[in-house]
């Protein structure tokens, strides 16, 4: 029935907001700004009425949350870092029905999963920083689903992801891109240093290993990096646990898929983390796949 039309791993880095504003930093994260308005034209295109962000700044301790509001609006500062994202408006509509077609079809595969509609939850800047550049004009319709799973298991997250898509394909009636919101490498500055980092990545290893990730999301080898994902993510600092990424690649087939990405904002390093915007293109699910979910 419906239809999901793209999916990407994007960055959600505080100093993009930063940047638009005169002094030291104005103008430094143009490549990741422009690279959020690269795929929001993309969506456009291909007809999107709803995007979906995996956010891993909202962390939940039990079962997968889904912020399906039917409308977020508000004045947004952070309280991780306030002196980055302070006083920035936001208004965007929700999407109540395929939030809760998400959660029943999660529900149904035995991921324990619920929906919040009639809720006070507020956003956290993993899809406020997003929207910012996306959806400013409110085109879109806006879920976000927690992301920062640390008591959960990462497959068990590639299945939620799984029942995402099938909600979107087999129940929904339009067209939707899913995001995974989250850095790769996620090791900040020590404190105290945080102006020597803030286009740096924390330590040369984790960079290394960003990159060779990067080269294995390029070659489209994800057999070999969900064999690697849960030691990236414990050994890299992966941010959320990664779960955000699990998420992402169980929407596209897990360690079946075959697609290589297209890099839109090429690896940089921001407050010692590893960031990227990079789209996985949507392939048809594998008939395994298909028949055990």
């Known amino acids: 029935m419906g239809t999901l039309a793209l999916a990407a791993k994007i960055t959600h880095v505080p100093s993009m907001y930063l940047s638009e504003f005169p002094g030291p930093n104005f103008g430094c994260r143009d ?35 889904i912020n399906c509001g039917p409308k977020f609006e508000g004045t947004y500062t952070s309280n991780e870092l306030p002196h980055f994202i302070k006083n920035m408006p936001y208004a965007y509509p929700g999407n109540p029905e395929l939030g809760h077609l998400m959660a029943d079809m999660a529900n149904a595969m035995g991921v324990k999963s619920r929906a919040h509609s009639d809720t006070t939850l507020e956003l956290g800047y993993g899809t406020l920083v997003p929207m910012r550049y996306m959806n400013s004009d409110q085109h879109y319709k806006v879920i976000s689903i927690s992301g920062w799973c640390d008591w959960h298991d990462l497959q068990e997250s590639g299945r939620f992801g799984l029942a995402v898509r099938k909600a979107i394909e087999d129940n929904y009636e339009g067209t939707v891109a899913v995001f995974a919101s989250g850095s790769l490498s996620h ?10 980092f803030m286009h740096k990545v924390y330590d040369p290893f984790l960079e290394q290993v960003d990159r060779r990730v990067v080269e294995l999301w390029k070659r489209g080898d994800w057999k070999t990096f969900v064999g690697m994902l849960p030691m990236y ?7 959320g646990d990664m779960h955000d990424t699990a998420m992402l690649l169980g929407l596209l087939g897990w360690d079946s898929y ?9 690896y940089f390093g921001s407050s010692g983390t590893g960031q990227i915007n990079a789209i996985f293109p949507v392939t048809p699910l594998s008939r395994s796949i298909e028949r055990t979910s």
Do not use: M
């Open 187 to 196: 090791h900040f500055a020590d404190n105290g240093r945080a102006p020597e």
């Open 233 to 239: 993510a414990e050994k890299c600092w992966g941010e």
């Open 258 to 266: 075959r697609a290589p990405v297209e890099v839109i904002t090429p």
């Open 31 to 65: 490549a990741a700004i422009n690279g959020h308005k690269e795929i929001d034209r993309r969506c456009r295109a291909l007809g999107v009425d709803t995007l979906v962000v995996f956010d891993v700044h909202w962390q939940v301790n039990s079962e997968y949350h």
